[in-house]
C-alpha cells in the first residue's frame, strides 16, 4: 500500500502527457478550420459590403473611380463577416458594381446572368480579374439590394423570370429558373442570400407629409414576409423537391426583420429612414452566417479536409 501515492502520481503524469501532446497527421484528433482550402466568391453592392467590411470608418470603396465601389476595408456599418470567414479558412472573392458579375443584381436579372456567365461566376477572382486556370470557386454566395422587397402585389402565377415589376410571382419564376443551372454544377455551393428588409416610408418635410395623405407608401411589408418565408423555407418553399444540398439560402431577411411583424428593418439606419442595415444588424447576420456556412459546407458531396 505504500506504493499507491507513488503509482498516482505516475497516472497523472501519463495523463497530463496525453493531453498535451500534438494531434498526429490524419488521426481523428487532428483539427480542420470548415473553410480550409475553399475558394469563396460573394456577389453583391453596397449592404454585402457593409456586411463584409469592419467596423470602423470608410476605407476603401467609397466611389465608383476607385474600381471598387461598394468593396469596404471598414464602414460604419461593418459586420465584420470577411473577417470572420478568412479565419475560418475560406479564402474569400467579391464582385460589386464595376464588374460584370457585380452590376445588376436585382432578382430579375439573376437568371440572364448565370445563363450568360456561369463559367466566369466559378473563376471570378476580384471584379472581373479571373483565377488562374486550374483554380475555381466552390462557394458562391450571391444577394440582391432591398428594394427587390418592395412588391407592388402578388402579381399571376407562374411569373416572368425577366420581368423586372416587382411581383412576387416574377420574384419566385425568377429563383425557379435558376434551378436547373445550379443543378448543373453539384461541386458548387450556391448561397443565395434573400435581401435585407425596407424601412416603413418616413416622409420628410411638410410637401412629402402633405403627399403621403393622398398616395399609397406601402412599401409591401406583409408581401416581402410572404415571399422570403418561400425562398428561404426548403421544405414547402424555392426548394421543396431539389435533391442536391449545393443550394442553401441564407435569410439575411429575416435576421434584420427580428420579429418586426410588419415585415421591416429592426436595424436602420440614419435615424431609421435607411434601410442600409446598421454595424449591430450586420454583426449579428454575421453571428448567424458563421454556423450556417460551416454546416452547408459540411453537407457537401465533395471531399473536404
Known amino acids: 500500500m505504500r506504493n499507491v501515492p507513488f503509482m498516482l502520481f505516475i497516472g497523472a503524469l501519463l495523463l497530463a502527457s496525453a493531453a498535451l501532446a500534438p494531434a498526429q497527421e490524419g488521426s481523428d484528433a487532428a483539427m480542420t478550420t470548415p473553410g480550409q482550402d475553399l475558394n469563396l466568391l460573394f456577389i453583391h453592392n453596397s449592404c454585402g459590403g457593409q456586411l463584409f467590411a469592419d467596423p470602423g470608418p470608410i476605407q476603401g470603396g467609397e466611389t465608383r473611380d476607385s474600381g471598387e465601389y461598394c468593396i469596404h476595408v471598414s464602414h460604419p456599418n461593418g459586420g465584420g463577416l470577411r473577417g470572420r470567414l478568412q479565419q475560418a479558412g475560406f479564402t474569400v472573392h467579391e464582385s460589386s458594381y464595376g464588374s460584370i458579375l457585380g452590376e445588376h443584381t436585382d432578382v430579375c436579372r439573376w437568371r440572364q446572368k448565370f445563363a450568360e456567365n456561369m463559367d466566369r461566376i466559378i473563376r471570378t477572382r476580384h471584379q472581373d480579374e479571373l483565377l488562374p486556370d486550374g483554380q475555381r470557386n466552390q462557394v458562391v454566395a450571391f444577394k440582391s439590394c432591398y428594394p427587390n422587397n418592395v412588391f407592388a402585389s402578388r402579381g399571376d402565377e407562374p411569373g416572368d423570370p425577366d420581368d423586372c415589376t416587382r411581383t412576387v410571382a416574377n420574384a419566385k419564376a425568377a429563383y425557379n429558373a435558376l434551378l436547373p443551372m445550379l443543378q448543373e454544377q453539384p461541386d458548387v455551393l450556391f448561397v443565395a442570400f434573400t435581401a435585407p428588409p425596407m424601412t416603413p416610408y418616413k416622409p420628410v418635410g411638410l410637401k412629402a407629409t402633405i403627399k403621403s395623405w393622398f398616395t399609397d407608401t406601402s412599401r409591401g411589408g406583409d408581401l416581402s414576409m410572404e415571399y422570403n418565408r418561400w425562398l428561404s423555407d426548403r421544405e414547402q418553399g424555392w426548394l421543396a423537391?431539389?435533391?442536391?444540398?449545393?443550394?442553401?439560402?441564407?435569410?439575411?431577411?429575416?435576421?434584420?426583420?427580428?420579429?418586426?411583424?410588419?415585415?421591416?428593418?429592426?436595424?436602420?439606419?440614419?435615424?431609421?429612414?435607411?434601410?442600409?442595415?446598421?454595424?449591430?444588424?450586420?454583426?449579428?447576420?454575421?453571428?448567424a452566417f458563421m454556423p450556417f456556412i460551416e454546416a452547408a459546407v459540411a453537407g457537401m458531396t465533395w471531399s473536404h479536409p
Open 241 to 287: 423537391g431539389y435533391d442536391l444540398p449545393n443550394v442553401v439560402v441564407f435569410d439575411y431577411y429575416d435576421v434584420l426583420r427580428a420579429g418586426n411583424p410588419e415585415g421591416y428593418t429592426s436595424y436602420p439606419t440614419r435615424d431609421g429612414r435607411d434601410p442600409h442595415p446598421s454595424s449591430e444588424g450586420n454583426q449579428k447576420a454575421a453571428d
